[in-house]
């Protein structure tokens, strides 16, 4: 069982949750569409793979490290932004808030094409 707080101020920012092995259907997931819930509630999961910028295009990166992170055809960029992202339920996160300028900026266009404006999360410390 773990709680996460803010490094910063020690404020706790989720429910007491239990970790669980990433779920196979996280991979590929397109988020710039809105999804149900994609772990239970009271868990959360460990993602391996690197998330976020920088990138880096496919022809920089090559066959050989491409295939070594999965992909073996060619994709337009690979991250190269931190690891071992944290991911949990939206209804276990606590003291967090909406940054409303910080949504809705995706290729799609500002909502995603889909009139569906994507959050942008941060936690509110003292």
Known sequence: MAVFGCAG???VLTATVSEVALPIH???THWEALHPPLLEAGS????????????????????????????FAPFGALSDGPSDTVL?????????????????ATA????????????AWAAICR
């Open 44 to 71: 959360y999961a460990i993602d391996p793979a690197p998330y976020g910028p920088p990138w880096r295009q496919w022809a920089e990166v090559g066959a050989r490290e491409a295939a070594e992170r999965g992909r």
């Open 108 to 119: 799609g266009g500002s909502t995603g094409g889909t009139g569906q404006i994507l959050p």
């Open 9 to 11: 101020c020690g404020a």
């Open 26 to 28: 996280l991979a590929d």
């Open 88 to 104: 949990l339920a939206p209804g276990d996160i606590r003291g967090t808030g909406l940054i409303l300028e910080r949504a809705g």
